[in-house]
T-cell receptor
Framework: QKEVEQDPGPLSVPEGAIVSLNCTYS??????FMWYRQYSRKGPELLMY????GNKEDGRFTAQVDKSSKYISLFIRDSQPSDSATYLC?????????FGAGTTVTVRA | GAVVSQHPSRVICKSGTSVKIECRSL??????MFWYRQFPKQSLMLMAT?????????EQGVEKDKFLINHASLTLSTLTVTSAHPEDSSFYIC???????????FGPGTRLTVT
């Protein structure tokens, strides 16, 4: 069993829709939870990170963490074609990042 | 801020040759740098962690004699793929952290093709 599970998709939504992404994990030692965006043939770009359970909002992005269920989510409101990318969840145990497989999202104009 | 560069962005080499990839933090000092590889449609897999001035720590299954890592300064780490073979073809990505690793900033990646 992988430490971090993420549905690779692909996920296709119309412009303006809400994109919902999630990951589950098995390692209770994970402390920080991140979401990265990766465009094709580029390095990942940090979108958001959070430490505790609850919600964190940044513009059109909302990250949720539920440590009791070992479940994290990312919501993108009012999605735009420029949001089309692969979204990776990642978690830290000590200093080591463990990534999910990434979900490929396409926002149709 | 927090810009990380990699060079080259793309390299093609012949089987048996060695290739060096540079990773630089441009606007901060990177106490820790990380090297990952990513196969098509797969996630990033950590290969090794390096701290400036000390030997790199390799993940299980990664050959340290094949993937030589040097963290020569607080802004530069290099990965040398020695005696490269076609199965080493991959996307290599570095990241740099100003601390112990909670914040990691990724480079744009280097696509290595071994023919």
């Amino acid at each position: 069993q992988k430490e971090v599970e993420q549905d690779p998709g692909p996920l296709s939504v119309p412009e303006g829709a809400i994109v919902s992404l999630n990951c589950t994990y098995s390692n209770s030692a994970f402390q920080y939870f991140m979401w990265y965006r990766q465009y094709s043939r580029k390095g990942p770009e940090l979108l958001m990170y959070t430490y505790s359970s609850g919600n964190k909002e940044d513009g059109r992005f909302t990250a949720q963490v539920d440590k009791s269920s070992k479940y994290i989510s990312l919501f993108i409101r009012d999605s735009q074609p420029s949001d089309s990318a692969t979204y990776l969840c990642a978690m830290i145990d000590d200093y080591k990042l463990s990534f999910g497989a990434g979900t490929t999202v396409t926002v149709r104009a | 801020g927090a810009v990380v560069s990699q060079h080259p962005s793309r390299v093609i080499c012949k089987s048996g040759t060695s290739v060096k990839i540079e990773c630089r933090s441009l606007d901060f000092q990177a106490t820790t740098m990380f090297w990952y590889r990513q196969f098509p449609k797969q996630s990033l897999m950590l290969m090794a962690t390096s701290n400036e001035g000390s030997k790199a720590t390799y993940e299980q299954g990664v050959e340290k004699d094949k993937f030589l890592i040097n963290h020569a300064s607080l802004t530069l780490s290099t990965l040398t793929v020695t005696s490269a073979h076609p199965e080493d073809s991959s996307f290599y990505i570095c990241s740099a952290s100003p601390g112990t690793g909670y914040e990691q900033y990724f480079g744009p990646g280097t696509r290595l093709t071994v023919t």
